[in-house]
C-alpha cells in the first residue's frame, strides 16, 4: 500500500511516503507463543509422557537386574569383546553387565529425575518466596541476617555437603534426596524475590495500598504477587535444573537412591563395570543422551522465560 | 542578525526528512518531511510537546537513528555535504569535529566507569590522534573552566557531580573539536530551574565565544525565547512555522504556535489553561490534509482535504496553514481578518 | 568515596570467616547426629575382611582415648575447630597413618591447577562470545554458530567428561583416558613431564569448559544488549569513536561488570562440576580422592577434602569481592 491519503494533487499531498500501511491486530502476537518456550515444554513433555507411559507398552520390570541376558548391545549391533553378542528386539536399547534392560531403566529413570527436581524446587522455591518477602518486606534486622544466610549458603558448593551427609546415609528414598537439595536451593531465590519485593515496595501502586490502609500481608499478596509470577516461573525452571543436575551428580558417585533406577545411578553403574573400556557405549551412553535432551529441553524453557521477561533479548531470534 | 540570511550561507540543510518507526502494526511517522535551514553563528530552536517528533529529528540529523527507526527520506547537507550517503567511516570523520551533540539528561550519557576528563580526551585523541597528546591534559583543563567547572572535576566519575555539572561537562565536551553545528537535544529539561539558568548561561557563553551554529531542541517557550535567533515550532512530525524569535512572540501566524505561546505563564495576568490535549491522532494514521485538524480552534473544510504548503506570509516568517492566502502580489491575507470584517 | 575502605574489607573478611565457620561446623555436625562411631566402624570392616578381631572391645575403647571421641561433644567440637585452623583434619582411615592433610596435599594442587585453567578459559570465552553476539560488526555466519556451541550448556559435566572420553580418548585415542600425568613418569619441571600433563588435562579441561562457557554467552548477551540501549551509548556513537575502541571501553567494560559478580556466585557450582569430572577421568585431583573415600567409607577424607574445597571456593569469592571495587568505580563502601 503506497499512500495513505486519497485525495488528489495538492502540492503538499503530491508526496508519496512508503510507510507500512496498519497490520490488522494479530491474536498470534502474544509474547507467550516464545519458540523457544513452546519447543522446550513439547520436549519435557514428551520425555514425561515417554516415561509415565512407559510401562503400558514396556515391561519396566526388566530394569531389575539379573531379569534379561547380559551385556547385550541395541538391537541391530554385534559386539565382539568378550564373546559375541547381537542385539534383539526383545531388548532394543541392550542390557547392561547386571542383566538390566536398558530400555526399561529409563522409562524408569526419566520420571524419577523429574521428579527430585520438582519436589527439591518446590521446597526451594517456597522456602526462598518465603524468606525473601520477609527480608525484603520488613527490611531491618531480619534482611540483614537472612541476607547474610543466602550470600553464605550460595558460596559452599551444595555437592560437597550432600556428598557428606549422604555418605552417611547411604539407603535413600526419591523423597529424602529432593528434601535435602531443596536445602541448597533456597539462597537464589531468597536473593531474586527480595530484589524484586524492594523495588516494588517503593512503587506507586503498593504506596497507595498503605495508605488506604491494607494489612502488610494482603499488600504482599494481592499488590506484590502477582507481579512476580513471571520471575517465579523462571526461577521455578532454574531451580529444577539445578536440582536435577545436583541429583545426577550424586547418583553418578553412587550417593543416589539405591534400590531404585535412576539415570545417574546407571551411569554410575556404567563406571563400575568399566563400560568405556569394554566399548559397551550404550550402558552410559542411552542415559546422558536422555539427560542430555532433558536439559536442552530445560535451558529452553528457561530462555523462553527470559525473552518473555524481557523482550529486548528478543530481537534476533523470533 | 537574521535579517542577512540572503547573504550568508547555511551550514546545514535539510530538506525533506523522513524517520519512521517500524512497530508490529505499521509504521509511526516520527518526522514527516521537515526542513529547514541553519546559518552560520545563528541558534534555531526546535520546539515542540511531547512525541511531537523533535529528538527524533535531533537524532535523524546526526545520523544516529537505530532500529526500529529508519531514515525514510529526505536530505541532510553539512557545509554541502550529503550526511545520508556516507558510509559509517567517512561519516566518522565529521562527527563531533563539524557535527557534535549535547545530549539530554546528562544523567545516563556518560559512561558510568570513566573519569569525565577521559570521556573528553578520547573524543579529542580519536580524531586528532596520538600527536594531539602533547598539552592534552591542559587543553582539557581550559575546557572544563570554559564551562566554569572547577579543575577538580578532571579526576571525578560521573556519579560524583551533580546534574548541572554533568550536563556542563557534556557542553565541554561538545566543544572540544570546536564543531561547526552543535545540537542541544533538551539539554536542560532534566535540571531545577535555579540550575537550568546556569547551564543556559553557559551555553550562550560558549556560543558567542565560539561563535558555534547550534539547533535547541526544548519544549520550553519562554527558555527558547532567550536563547534562540529563529524558532521552528513542530507538531506531530511536522514544521509548521518558523520565523525569528521576536516575530514569533509578537506576532505568531500558526495557530498551535500562538497555543504554546499563551501556554507560558506570565507574571503580569492570569491567564487560563489553553492545552488541554495530547496529539490526538494515530501517529501511524495521519489524518489527510493539515496535522492539526483536529486540535486547530479554526479549522476549515480545506484544512481536512489539503495539507498546506509552507509560505513566507512575512520576510523570513514561514508558516504552513491555510488561514493564509496569498495575494497576487505577494502579500498574504489571514482569512480570520476578513471573516471579521463581513 | 571510592575503593575499598577498612569497613568493607573487614565486613567482607567476617563474611568468609563466617562461610567457613558455617560449614565446618555443618561438615562436623552430621557425622555426629548419626548412631555408631567411626572407630566401630572401622573395626566391623576389618572383621568382616579377615574374620574375627581379638580385643576389638579394647582396641575400640583404645582409638576412642586417643582421638579424643570419650569427651563431651561440645569439647570435641572446640577442639576440631583448633585443629581446622591447622588444616589437620585427623587421619584416614583407609590409609591409616596417613593424616587426611597428606592425602590433600598430593590432590590439591592438580585441582587447582585444573580449576585456573578451566574457569578462566571459561569465562573469558564465554564472554567474549556473548559480547561479539552483540556487536554490530560481527559477521552474521559467527552470530549464528555460536548458539550452535552453546547446545552442551548446562549439562552436567560429568556427561560431557564420559562424551569426550569415549569419542576422543577411547575411539580415537588423541588423548589418553586416566589420570593427571602419565604414571611411569617422575614429575618434574622437564618437557616431557609437562607435555604429558598437558595431554592428560585437555579432555578434563575441555568437558568442563563446554558445559558452562554457554551460561556466560547468554548472561553477557543480555547485558550487552541492555547496555546498547544506554544513553551514553548514543553519545559514545555521536562522537564518531573508533569501533574496536567503544566495544571494549563503552560497552564491555560496562557489561562485564555483573558477570564478575555472577562469577563469584556460580563457583560453588564450577567446583562440584570438577570434582565429578576429576571422578570420571581419575585425574589426580580432589574428587579421586573423595571418590576413593566414598567407598572405603573413609569418613575423616571425605570430610576434609569437602571443607578444603569449600575454603578454597570462599577464598576465591573473597578475592573477587575485594578486587570487584576496584574496577567498578561507582561502588562506595562507606560506613552505613
Known amino acids: 500500500m503506497a499512500t495513505a491519503q486519497t485525495t488528489e494533487n495538492g502540492p503538499a499531498s503530491a508526496a508519496v511516503h512508503t510507510a507500512k500501511q496498519m497490520g490488522r491486530f494479530n491474536r498470534w502476537d502474544t509474547p507467550w507463543l516464545n519458540t523457544k518456550l513452546l519447543l522446550g515444554i513439547g520436549i519435557i513433555a514428551s520425555i514425561l509422557l515417554f516415561g509415565i507411559l512407559g510401562n503400558l507398552f514396556w515391561d519396566t520390570k526388566l530394569a531389575l537386574t539379573g531379569k534379561s541376558p547380559l551385556n547385550l548391545p541395541p538391537v541391530g549391533i554385534t559386539t565382539t569383546l568378550g564373546g559375541t553378542l547381537t542385539g534383539t528386539w526383545a531388548h532394543p536399547l541392550g542390557t547392561e553387565s547386571s542383566g538390566r534392560d536398558m530400555l526399561a531403566l529409563i522409562i524408569v529413570g526419566a520420571p524419577n529425575s523429574f521428579l527430585i527436581g520438582i519436589i527439591a524446587a518446590t521446597v526451594g522455591m517456597g522456602l526462598g518466596i518465603f524468606l525473601g518477602f520477609t527480608s525484603g518486606f520488613v527490611g531491618g534486622r531480619t534482611d540483614d541476617i537472612i541476607r547474610l544466610l543466602s550470600d553464605v549458603a550460595i558460596t559452599i558448593p551444595a555437592l560437597l555437603v550432600l556428598i557428606v551427609i549422604q555418605s552417611l546415609l547411604r539407603q535413600v528414598e526419591i523423597a529424602t534426596i529432593a528434601l535435602l537439595i531443596s536445602l541448597f536451593a533456597w539462597p537464589t531465590p531468597t536473593r531474586l524475590i527480595r530484589a524484586q519485593v524492594l523495588t516494588m515496595r517503593e512503587s506507586g501502586y503498593v504506596q497507595l495500598a498503605k495508605l488506604s490502609g491494607a494489612s502488610t500481608f494482603s499488600i504482599m499478596f494481592r499488590e506484590i504477587m502477582p507481579n512476580l509470577i513471571p520471575y517465579l516461573f523462571a526461577s521455578f525452571i532454574g531451580n529444577a535444573t539445578g536440582a536435577i543436575l545436583a541429583a545426577v551428580g550424586l547418583e553418578t558417585l553412587g550417593l543416589g537412591p539405591q534400590r531404585i533406577p535412576t539415570l545417574g545411578g546407571t551411569i554410575y553403574f556404567s563406571i563400575q563395570g568399566a563400560a568405556l573400556l569394554r566399548n559397551m557405549w550404550w550402558w552410559w551412553g542411552i542415559p546422558t543422551l536422555l539427560l542430555a535432551v532433558m536439559f536442552v529441553g530445560l535451558l529452553l524453557i528457561n530462555l523462553g522465560f527470559d525473552e518473555i521477561a524481557n523482550p529486548r533479548l528478543r530481537q534476533s531470534s523470533q | 542578525m537574521s535579517q542577512q540570511k540572503s547573504q550568508k550561507k547555511p551550514v546545514l540543510e535539510v530538506k525533506d526528512l523522513r524517520v519512521y518507526y517500524e512497530t508490529p502494526k505499521g509504521d509511526v511517522l516520527a518526522v514527516d518531511g521537515i526542513s529547514f535551514d541553519l546559518y552560520q553563528g545563528e541558534t534555531l530552536g526546535l520546539v515542540g510537546e511531547s512525541g511531537s517528533g523533535k529528538s527524533t529529528a535531533a537524532m535523524g540529523i546526526l545520523q544516529l537513528t537505530v532500529p526500529p527507526g529508519r531514515i525514510a527520506g529526505g536530505q541532510v547537507s553539512l557545509d554541502g555535504q550529503s550526511l545520508l550517503d556516507l558510509p559509517e567511516d567517512k561519516l566518522r570523520e565529521y562527527r563531533w569535529v563539524q557535527l557534535a551533540l549535547i545530549p539530554q539528561g546528562a544523567m545516563n550519557s556518560l559512561n558510568p566507569t570513566m573519569k569525565v576528563s577521559d570521556q573528553i580526551r578520547d573524543v579529542i585523541l580519536a580524531h586528532e590522534g596520538a600527536k594531539a597528546k602533547n598539552g592534552l591534559k591542559e587543553r582539557v583543563l581550559e575546557l572544563l573552566s570554559t564551562v566554569g567547572l572547577p579543575g577538580r572535576v578532571y579526576d571525578l566519575y560521573p556519579h560524583e557531580l551533580s546534574g548541572g555539572m554533568k550536563q556542563r561537562a557534556c557542553i565541554a565536551m561538545a566543544i572540544a573539536l570546536n564543531p561547526t553545528v552543535i545540537v542541544a537535544d533538551e539539554a536542560t529539561s532534566a535540571l531545577d530551574v535555579v540550575v537550568q539558568r546556569v547551564v543556559a548561561q553557559t551555553m550562550l557563553k560558549v556560543k558567542e565565544k565560539l561563535g558555534v551554529s547550534m539547533i535547541m531542541i526544548g519544549h520550553d517557550m519562554g527558555l527558547m525565547a532567550q536563547m534562540v535567533d529563529r524558532i521552528a515550532v513542530m507538531y506531530a512530525g511536522k514544521i509548521v512555522e518558523i520565523a525569528p524569535v521576536r516575530d514569533m512572540f509578537a506576532d505568531p501566524k500558526h495557530p498551535y504556535s500562538e497555543l504554546l505561546i499563551d501556554s507560558v505563564p506570565s507574571l503580569k495576568e492570569r491567564k487560563p489553561l489553553k492545552i488541554t490535549e495530547g496529539i490526538t491522532h494515530d501517529p501511524r494514521n495521519p489524518p489527510p490534509g493539515c496535522i492539526f485538524q483536529l486540535r486547530c480552534p479554526f479549522v476549515m473544510d480545506v484544512c481536512r482535504k489539503d495539507a498546506p504548503p509552507m509560505q513566507e506570509v512575512k520576510p523570513d516568517q514561514f508558516v504552513a496553514c491555510h488561514l493564509y492566502q496569498a495575494n497576487e502580489d505577494g502579500s498574504f491575507i489571514d482569512v480570520r481578518d476578513v471573516v471579521r470584517n463581513t | 568515596m571510592r575503593g575499598i575502605t577498612l569497613n ?318 576496584l574496577i567498578d568505580p561507582r561502588i562506595s563502601y562507606g560506613a552505613k
Open chain 3, 8 to 325: 568493607y574489607f573487614l565486613r567482607r573478611l567476617g563474611i568468609f570467616f563466617l562461610t567457613i565457620w558455617i560449614a565446618g561446623t555443618i561438615i562436623w555436625l552430621i557425622p555426629h547426629l548419626a548412631p555408631g562411631d567411626p572407630i566401630s566402624a572401622m573395626v566391623a570392616r576389618l572383621a568382616s575382611r579377615s574374620g574375627f578381631v581379638e580385643n576389638s572391645a579394647e582396641i575400640i575403647e583404645g582409638w576412642k582415648e586417643r582421638f579424643g571421641l570419650n569427651d563431651p561433644l561440645p569439647v570435641q567440637y572446640v577442639r576440631y575447630l583448633g585443629n581446622l585452623v591447622h588444616l589437620d583434619f585427623g587421619y584416614s582411615m583407609a590409609n591409616f597413618p596417613a593424616p587426611v592433610s597428606q592425602l590433600i596435599g598430593q590432590a590439591l594442587p592438580w585441582t587447582v591447577g585444573l580449576l585456573l585453567l578451566a574457569t578462566t578459559i571459561t569465562f573469558l570465552l564465554g564472554n567474549f562470545l556473548g559480547a561479539i553476539m552483540v556487536w554490530r560488526r560481527t559477521p552474521r555466519l559467527i552470530k549464528y554458530i555460536i548458539p550452535l556451541g552453546m547446545i552442551f550448556t548446562s549439562l552436567p559435566s560429568i556427561l560431557a567428561a564420559l562424551f569426550l572420553a569415549y569419542v576422543f580418548a577411547f575411539l580415537l585415542n588423541w588423548f589418553p583416558l586416566i589420570g593427571s600425568y602419565d604414571m611411569g613418569m617422575k614429575p618434574g619441571f622437564n618437557g616431557p613431564f609437562i607435555l604429558s600433563v598437558i595431554q592428560h588435562g585437555t579432555l578434563p579441561a575441555l568437558s568442563i569448559i563446554i558445559v558452562s562457557f554457554g551460561y556466560w554467552t547468554l548472561g553477557m548477551r543480555g547485558m550487552m544488549i541492555t547496555v546498547e540501549g544506554e544513553d551514553y551509548m548514543s553519545l559514545a556513537r555521536a562522537k564518531g569513536l573508533g569501533p574496536f575502541y567503544m566495544l571494549y571501553r563503552y560497552m564491555i567494560r560496562n557489561a562485564i561488570l555483573p558477570q564478575i559478580t555472577a562469577f563469584a556466585i556460580t563457583l560453588g557450582t564450577l567446583i562440584s562440576g570438577q570434582v565429578l569430572v576429576e571422578y570420571a577421568f581419575s585425574y589426580q585431583g580432589m574428587g579421586t580422592v573423595i571418590y576413593n573415600a566414598i567407598l572405603n567409607q573413609d569418613y575423616p577424607v571425605i570430610e576434609g577434602t569437602s571443607f578444603m574445597l569449600i575454603l578454597i571456593t570462599a577464598l576465591a569469592v573473597l578475592v573477587i569481592d575485594l578486587i570487584y571495587p
